[in-house]
């Protein structure tokens, strides 16, 4: 899964708009690891791919990849980034970093808002066919 991870942040944290709504750095593009999630400022977004079993062919993964986008500022940011990730990932092809992803489709998202953070946060998850 290292691939989807490499993939998913270097296209990510090479999309210039998405980089304006961060507020993203060339030392920082504010797209992080899961494991990093509360260690990093707001705006951020912290990946995770999550194994699934395939149900479409032998040599085809169908992981899920989940998206937490946490902002400091406001709901309003949050949803402005999250569109900006969905222009870049649903339904679409990607290729890149030895991997190919056949299709990335938009599963679902959560908005929630961390009271002990005081972040708003949004969850988003999308599933992958990819080789």
Same mark, same amino acid.
């Given at each position: 899964?290292?691939?989807?991870?490499?993939?998913?942040? $270097?296209?990510?944290?090479?999309? %210039? =708009?998405?980089?304006?709504?961060?507020?993203? $750095?060339?030392?920082?593009?504010?797209v992080? %690891? &899961?494991?990093?999630?509360?260690?990093?400022?707001?705006?951020?977004?912290?990946?995770?791919?999550?194994?699934? %079993?395939?149900?479409?062919?032998?040599?085809?993964?169908?992981? =899920?990849?989940?998206?937490?986008?946490a902002?400091?500022? $406001?709901? =309003?940011?949050?949803? *402005?980034i *999250? $569109?900006?990730?969905?222009?870049?990932?649903?339904?679409?092809?990607?290729?890149?970093?030895?991997?190919?992803?056949?299709?990335?489709?938009?599963?679902? #998202?959560? #908005? #929630?808002?961390? %009271?002990?953070?005081?972040?708003f946060?949004? #969850? &988003?998850?999308?599933?992958?066919?990819?080789?």
């Open positions: 899964m290292d691939g989807l991870y490499d993939l998913t942040f $270097s296209l990510l944290a090479g999309d %210039p =708009t998405l980089q304006a709504l961060l507020g993203g $750095s060339a030392s920082d593009r504010k992080y %690891p &899961v494991e990093d999630l509360g260690r990093v400022a707001p705006p951020a977004i912290a990946v995770a791919v999550v194994a699934g %079993p395939s149900d479409v062919a032998f040599g085809v993964d169908r992981p =899920t990849l989940v998206l937490t986008i902002s400091a500022v $406001s709901a =309003t940011e949050v949803v *402005a *999250a $569109s900006r990730v969905e222009a870049l990932l649903n339904r679409k092809r990607l290729a890149g970093n030895g991997r190919l992803v056949h299709l990335c489709l938009k599963d679902n #998202d959560t #908005d #929630d808002f961390d %009271p002990d953070a005081r972040e946060v949004r #969850d &988003v998850r999308y599933r992958l066919i990819a080789q």
